[in-house]
């Protein structure tokens, strides 16, 4: 299971209640992670519980007792006697729409296998029940080239949806700063960070922790385009330096 956001040491603890159970957490965690951690579902997309909270996709919205708004629940810190309702009609209209505004900008097929494969914005629009999208396509990033640079993984623009998750797991986890978020609102794209604009001419090490973070299938590793994924694998890591990076043998 990912809780969305990283788990929190204190001292402290606080309870609260999500769609009316009792939970009792430290002080410092979401009330996304609070929720996970009762068994409550909230979809999400940016969120990770390797990468701290960054609250872009916006998916993840409750409502709060006496509170106006709808605001992030991974961003949320869990407070004393806080109510939080995780489902309503209304919160599923904002987040059906929400989703459509990615869908109008995505091919809206998985790339590895039938229906919505691992694309994690296809299993939320099918969760929500989202079979149209209302909006016209914006198709800013439909005519994008496939950056197959990388002698390991594709970068294809037409699936990415900005949520940064490559963009902090290669900052947060990795230390490398290879990638970024280039331009602004619908123009934006995830960059390597070069004039040449690629991977390979970037400071990416090729680690992979970027595909392991997407989402959406637009880092992909080749081999998983190309073959699907696989049914069975066996991961060890190298003992050869401290790195820990691990090998997958298919
Ligand atoms: Fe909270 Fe994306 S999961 S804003």
């Known amino acids: 299971i990912d809780y ?3 788990a929190r040491q204190s001292e402290s603890q606080v309870t609260l209640e999500i769609d009316g159970q009792t939970v ?3 002080e410092g965690t979401s009330v996304m992670r609070a929720a996970m951690e009762a068994g409550i579902d909230i979809p999400k997309l940016c969120a990770s ?16 007792e006496g509170k106006g708004g709808y605001p992030a629940s991974c961003t949320l810190p869990a407070a004393q006697d806080m109510q939080v309702r995780t489902q309503s009609e209304k919160l599923n209209q904002l987040r059906s729409g929400v ?4 869908l109008s900008d995505h091919p809206g097929e998985s790339v590895t296998g ?9 299993q939320v629009a099918d969760k929500l029940g989202v079979k149209e999208v209302r909006y016209p396509s914006g198709r800013n990033h439909q005519d994008a080239e496939v950056d197959v640079s990388n002698p390991y ?17 290669c900052n947060e986890v990795q230390g490398t700063f290879a990638l970024t978020v280039d331009g602004r609102g619908f123009g934006s794209m995830i960059s390597a960070g070069t004039d040449q ?22 880092l992909l590793e080749k081999e998983v385009a190309e073959q699907g994924v696989p049914e069975e694998s066996v991961v060890t890591t190298c003992a050869y330096c401290g790195v820990g990076c691990s090998f997958q043998a298919e």
């Open 4 to 6: 969305g956001t990283p």
């Open 24 to 26: 009792t957490v430290p």
């Open 49 to 64: 519980d390797s990468l701290e909270p960054y609250g872009s996709c916006r998916l993840c919205m409750v409502e709060i």
């Open 99 to 102: 989703v459509e505004l990615y």
């Open 114 to 122: 039938e229906g919505s494969g691992d694309d994690e914005l296809l």
């Open 153 to 169: 993984f594709a970068f294809d623009p037409t699936r990415c949806i900005v949520c940064s998750r490559c963009v902090r797991a």
């Open 197 to 218: 604009d690629d991977f390979l001419n970037s400071e990416c090490v090729s680690c992979g922790a970027c595909v392991q973070a997407c989402p959406t299938e637009a």
